[in-house]
């Protein structure tokens, strides 16, 4: 199994209580009442296209205007974050929104992160965790955002 390089936060679009699917995807999921759901172990996910050996990927269950990310699901995501950025010894600057990955590879600068494969194209275009229950904006300026409240938990844990 490859080292964590990266933590990739996402939605899943769904509900607010993980399903299959949602649990055989992610590492971890953060239901709609801000618990934790512990889920398959690192590098046996299916998150994110053609990086999902160096990452670990956490999931807000939700995300639609039926089912939008709660204020204490938000909060829940940011300590669970902050705490794996620590486990693994990385910092809030390691941490990306699936939306700024996609980002990323439709720039054709995926290189600063991980060598190009024919399976990063499959990240063009999301939209995970730029819209939150204070805040909506594009991929980069949401990833800010989050890495700003990540950082705030981080200091605290460190």
Known sequence: MSKV????????????KPNAKDKSSYQALIDGSGNLILAKAQGTASSIGGMNSITYNVACCGGLDRTPITKVQQEAFWFHCAR???RYNLTPFDFYTHAEIGEI????TIEKLCPWNKYLVQNIGKIDLNKMPEKSGQAYAMGDYHRQKIKWYYQKIK
Request: proline content about 0%; aromatic content about 16%.
């Open 105 to 108: 590879c439709r720039d054709k």
């Open 84 to 86: 794996i950025l620590a």
């Open 5 to 16: 390089l990266y933590v990739i936060g996402h939605w899943t679009a769904g509900n607010y």
